[in-house]
Every structure is written in structure tokens, then in C-alpha cells.
């Protein structure tokens, strides 16, 4: 079992930066693909970035590439989203996820979510 807990969503200025955490509970973290997604306001849930289990492997949606950075810090169970340049279109929850296999990371698909942070882009 791994419990997930996202946290440093909030409000900000178009341009600004914010940076998400998600903390990972489960002595099999260091083993699990994470990825994050996010869903605006109406819309469905979207891919945004994801990582292998050493993070050595990232991927990103195309709209995020140059201003979001995906990594993974396994001696402290987290997983960081730093977010640059933010628009306002950037505005949603932004959920974490993790699972054993990657391509279910990639596919949305993953047994384990976060209940999500907000985050808030002011234009």
C-alpha cells in the first residue's frame, strides 16, 4: 500500500512559481513510477509530467516542456513538481500518482492517487 499526500498548491501571479510536494508513505516508494496530473475546472484529468522509479526517465506533456521540472527524492519517500512560468491556464488540482508499472503512470491509470492540491494562476 502507498498513501500519497500532495501539498504547496496556492495562488499566484502569471509568471510566478510554485513548487508541489508529494509525500509518499510505504516502504515500496523507492520501487514505484510517479507521475503527476492535473484536472481544470470542468475538464477532465490530464497528464503533466512522470518519472521512473530512479528517476533517471522523465516525460512531460507537450504544454508544460521548459517550465515544469518532475523529480523524486527516494531518502525522503517525495516527489517535487516545479512549476516556472506559470499561465493561467495552468490553473487546476494537481494530483499526484504512483504505481509499480510506468506505463500505467503514463496512462493514467494508477492504483494509488493523491486527493489533490490546488493551484490557482492569476492573469
Known amino acids: 500500500q502507498v498513501q500519497l499526500v500532495e501539498s504547496g498548491g496556492g495562488l499566484v501571479q502569471a509568471g510566478g512559481s510554485l513548487r508541489l510536494s508529494c509525500a509518499a508513505s510505504g516502504r515500496t516508494f523507492n520501487s514505484y513510477a510517479m507521475g503527476w496530473f492535473r484536472q481544470a475546472p470542468g475538464k477532465e484529468r490530464d497528464f503533466v509530467a512522470a518519472?521512473?522509479?530512479?528517476?533517471?526517465?522523465?516525460y512531460y506533456t507537450d504544454s508544460v516542456k521548459g517550465r515544469f521540472t518532475i523529480s523524486r527524492d527516494n531518502a525522503k519517500n517525495t516527489m517535487y513538481l516545479q512549476m516556472n512560468s506559470l499561465r493561467a491556464e495552468d490553473t487546476a488540482v494537481y494530483y499526484c500518482?504512483?504505481?509499480?508499472?510506468?506505463?500505467?503512470?503514463?496512462?493514467?491509470?494508477?492504483?494509488?492517487w493523491g486527493q489533490g492540491t490546488r493551484v490557482t494562476v492569476s492573469s
Open positions: 500518482a504512483a504505481d509499480p508499472r510506468p506505463n500505467r503512470v503514463l496512462a493514467g491509470t494508477s492504483d494509488y
Open positions: 518519472l521512473t522509479w530512479s528517476g533517471a526517465r522523465t
